[in-house]
């Protein structure tokens, strides 16, 4: 039996930095209502020439440094990224270009802030198939080009950042258990390409290429996603909270990722956030907090953890790894 195991990530955010103050001068806001009701406090933004993909490289050659593989190795990049520098070539092409990975296909892939842990099955696939050995999920975002400034419910979450992750084929075990779902029906986080007068009175600056979405009704979706989605991977591993040493949620306000983790029956010391300081960066939200949470031990090698997201779509996903 082929596993496939993370063995190495990174992550990468721009340096530019929008504190809560900034907020208060570009919105009618406070800090006070930004850190209540959603729990961030700064979120990091890219310059105007720098691009999804020239983060997602920057997290990818840590993400690659740390796993010992040379960039030849891989044979598959794919990426997740609802801001491509260009719809066509991909991202990924962009990035497997920079690495010299000159033997790995590429392609992006979109499932919104949960994409992380699709890439993760994605790569399991590949993997347990026998299709490739060395696979690179790269989840990238420049959020901030894609944000409406006036709209202060939604510029107020929402940075940029970039997680990679090399997966390779081994005997150990790796990705346990993964759980994906998605419900078209409520595709209410919407960015829109396409016209429709109906759609864009919906945001504040009448810019069809922003972000707008049901702040209360993705809230209350998201908790249940999250906590069920964690439920079901832990329920297929035959495990229990108490093997579970941590818990990376998809960070986009503080109140869901506190009510999903009641719903789930844990508490927050077996939780990882990031949140405060880069807030809802997308699909790197996970991997970027994961990468830290390597880097700062709270994992040890032979540690269980569950990744959990949810995102536009609506989509979500869990998964089980064993580090
Ligand atoms: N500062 C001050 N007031 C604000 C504000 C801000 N930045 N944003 C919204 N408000 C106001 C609203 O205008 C509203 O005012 P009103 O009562 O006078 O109409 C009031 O605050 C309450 O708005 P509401 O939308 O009910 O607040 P909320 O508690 O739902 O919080 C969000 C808003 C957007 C923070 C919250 O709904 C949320 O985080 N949703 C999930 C979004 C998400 O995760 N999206 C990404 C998916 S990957």
């Known amino acids: 039996m082929i596993n496939a195991k993370i063995t190495g990530v990174g992550g990468y955010v721009p340096e530019k930095v929008y504190d809560n103050a900034y ?24 310059d105007d020439n720098e691009y999804t993909s020239d983060m997602a490289i920057k997290a990818s050659q840590i993400a690659l440094e740390n ?4 960039a030849e190795e891989l044979d598959l990049i794919i990426l997740a990224t609802v801001t491509p520098d260009y ?12 690495l010299g990975a000159v033997n790995a296909a590429a392609f992006d892939y979109n499932a919104a802030c949960s994409a992380f842990v699709t890439g993760l099955t994605i790569a399991k696939q590949f993997i347990a198939a026998g299709t490739y050995k060395n696979v690179l999920v790269v989840c990238a975002d420049t959020l901030s080009k894609a944000t409406d400034y006036a709209d202060r419910a939604t510029c107020v979450l929402f940075g940029d950042a970039a997680g990679a992750a090399v997966v390779s084929a081994t005997e150990e075990n790796g990705i346990m ?18 016209n ?8 504040v600056s009448k810019r069809k290429e922003t972000i707008w979405m ?13 906590a069920d989605a964690s439920l079901r991977v832990l329920e297929k591993s035959g495990l229990s909270w108490d093997d579970i040493t941590l818990v990376i949620p998809h960070q986009a306000n503080y109140r869901i990722v506190d009510s999903a983790i009641k719903r789930m029956g844990i508490t927050e010391d077996k939780v990882f956030l990031t949140l405060e300081k880069y ?11 994961l990468s830290e949470a390597v880097a700062e031990g709270r994992i040890k090698k032979g540690d269980k953890i569950i990744l959990v997201g949810f995102g536009g779509g609506l989509t979500w996903g869990a998964a089980l790894l064993e580090w």
């Not at 806001?29 to 890219?46: F, L, P, Y």
């Not at 796993?67 to 040379?70: D, F, I, T």
């Not at 807030?279 to 907090?289: E, K, L, M, R």
Request: charged share 25%; glycine share 6%.
């Open 23 to 46: 907020m208060e001068s570009i919105v009618d806001t406070s800090d006070e209502w930004i850190i209540r009701r959603t729990g961030v406090k700064e979120r990091h933004i890219s």
């Open 67 to 70: 796993s010992g593989l040379k």
């Open 87 to 98: 719809f066509t070539p991909a991202c990924a092409c962009l990035v497997q270009k920079a």
């Open 177 to 194: 258990e993964t759980e994906l779902g998605s419900d078209g029906d409520l595709a209410i986080t919407a960015l829109a390409y396409r």
């Open 196 to 203: 429709s007068d109906e759609e864009n009175e919906k945001r």
């Open 214 to 226: 049901a702040g209360q009704a993705v809230m209350k979706f998201a908790v249940k996603a999250m």
């Open 279 to 289: 807030g809802n960066t997308s699909a790197s939200c996970i991997p970027v907090a």
